[in-house]
Each structure stands twice: as C-alpha cells, then as structure tokens.
C-alpha cells in the first residue's frame, strides 16, 4: 500500500531519519525544510500523506496545515514537542488526522502513517461504490446488501467483514487480515472471530439463496470469487 510522504520538519536529523526508514518501508519520501516551502510542495507535489512539524521557521505548521486545508483533505499527522497540548488540540482543530510527540518510536510513526492512509483510502470507497459478486451486490452508500434484489439484513460486523471480501474479490485473505480489517488493530477477542461471522454470513446469504459466495482456503483464509 505504500505511497508518498512530504516530511516538513526543520531539523535535519529528524528529517534524514524519517526518510531513510520511510524508504526502507517502501514509501517515497521528500523533505522540505521550512513551512513555506513544505506548503508549496504539498500544494503541487503529488503526495498521500504529510509529515507535519509544528515548530517551523517561516510558516509554522498549524498555519501551514489551515492554509492546506482550504484546499486539500490529504492526511496530514503533525509531529509536536514534548507535552504542548495546546499544539495538539490546536492541531486538530487546525484538521490534522493525528499527532505524534517527539521523541517518537520509529514504529509507532509508521503505525500511524499505515493507519491514516488505511482510513483515507476507506473514505474514498465509502463515497461512491457498489460492490458486487454475481447476483450479490453491496451498494455502500445505501449501507444495502442484496441478492438477486432481496434485501440481506446484516450486523454491523457481518457487513464490514462481507465488504472487506467484496472489495479484495478473487484474493484470499487471511484471517488476522480480516481482523484487522473488521475488528480493528488493537483487537485481543477471540482469533476464530471471523470464522463465526463468516458462519453467519453464510447461513444468511449461502445457505438462504443455495449459492456458494465465500469461499474457504483452507490454513489461510477466506475469499469471495467472481461467480
Ligand atoms: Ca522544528
């Protein structure tokens, strides 16, 4: 999934660092050194996600972050000093998608950057898009899933999973991917969660309509296939 990352942060060491581990990870990097010119780039350049230092010579950043936002929703996570909570509840307001305080674990940063790009591409789906799978079809603005034009009630889990499998139709995918996916990163529950809603989703779809729609990988996962 990676992408391209502007990092605007003044100090060069920081700035080396976060570059050096984001291209270790797969992403494109750039750097700008000062808040005008990072709002330049983020204006122009082509990106998915800014890096955003608050203490910045020219522009600071939460004047640059207003100034973007007047244009461009692009995920911008703000990188603050030590214990400014101002900073950070200014930052949000301002329309920052998160902040991270410095000194920061590596990790932690790319775990926010991958949460952040996960929520923005979700945002994109949800806006237009009707998935489909034969007579199976999910239109997600309608929050509506039906088969061959009746209507399946499902929970608010049963959905998300089913919609997870609709939208990576022909590909297997794993259970702790699903998991994550349905239940969020930081869940600890049960690891057969998926395999019990799955259960469900067949009893309602499979089992009610005599079709097969998901199908089981066995010591893998679980797919939805064309058909
Ligand atoms: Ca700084």
Redesign the pocket.
Known sequence: MPGRILIV???EKIARFVELELKHEGYEAEKAHNGREGLDMAQTGDFDLILL????PELNGLEVLRRLRRTSQMPVIL?TARDAVMDKVAGLDAGADDYITKPFAIEELLARIRTALKKRDRGEELKTTVLRAGDLTMDVDRHEVTFQGQRIELTRREYELLRVLLKNKNLVLRREQLINEVCGYDYVGETNVIDVYVRYLRAKIDERFGVKVISTVRGVGYSVKEG
């Open positions: 942060e003044d100090e230092d608050v203490m910045l990188l």
